[in-house]
């Protein structure tokens, strides 16, 4: 059971290339989302799912993509990557109550 | 978006020192998480609160689910140098059933 796992575990981007931030979980939860955290702002919601083939705006979504075709995974895209998105990003899943947060990813756009 | 109100902001202790944090919000709240974050890591969960006024221990830590059900409070007791990290509270808001983050409180414990 490895929980939530997130790859890759650092990014540098420059500006206005794409990329793919792949998210998996083997809890067999249902809801799963995308938070970034940046220095004084705590962790922002960007993009969540409720279920395979639902997903929905959190509160930052400009700029990321998501979809959800299986219960497993959980991709975030970035199809044109900006200075502002440099930050550290984190998947999590949930099942009912208590919320997992996998390792996170570290990106950089320059 | 929605914020709840964690303090303090930051806390530097010396080691087997008490701490105690906490929460509030303007929203009830129906389900109160705590979390640690270590440095690079991601957050990870340790303890969830289910009821008003419930009162639960996780080791060295005691967390409270307020009877107002709009805060929660995190004690530490006797910390240790591993204890450092950000701590966050995390509500489920009964309206809207969306997970609400605080801002964090950073520990730091000097041996």
């Known amino acids: 059971n490895a929980g939530v796992t997130q790859t890759p575990k650092f990014q540098v981007l420059k500006t206005g290339q794409s990329m793919t931030l792949q998210c998996a979980q083997d809890m067999n939860h249902e809801y799963m989302s995308w938070y970034r955290q940046d220095p004084g702002m705590g962790l922002r919601l960007i993009h969540y799912?409720?279920?395979?083939?639902?997903?929905d705006q959190g509160e930052v979504p400009n700029g990321y993509n998501v979809s959800r075709s299986t219960t497993e995974d959980f991709p975030l895209r970035l199809l044109s990557a900006a200075p502002s998105q440099t930050s550290v990003y984190f998947c999590?899943?949930?099942?009912?109550?208590?919320?997992?947060f996998g390792p996170g990813t570290r990106l950089t756009v320059t | 978006g929605q914020q709840l109100n964690q303090s303090p902001q930051s806390m530097f202790i010396q080691e087997g020192e008490d701490v105690s944090m906490n929460c509030t919000s303007s929203s009830i709240f129906n389900t109160w998480l705590w979390y640690k974050q270590d440095p690079g890591e991601g957050p990870v969960l340790l303890i969830a609160?289910?009821?008003?006024?419930e009162l639960t221990s996780n080791g060295r830590l005691t967390a409270q689910f307020g009877i107002t059900r709009k805060d929660s409070f995190l004690n530490i007791s006797a910390s240790i140098p591993s204890d450092v990290g950000i701590y966050f509270c995390?509500?489920?808001?009964?309206?809207?059933?969306?997970?609400?983050f605080g801002t964090g409180t950073l520990l730091a414990v000097q041996p």
């Open positions: 799912s409720v279920g395979a083939g639902i997903t």
């Open positions: 995390a509500g489920r808001d009964g309206a809207t059933n969306k997970l609400i």
């Open positions: 999590a899943s949930r099942g009912g109550t208590e919320q997992y």
């Open positions: 609160l289910y009821k008003a006024g």
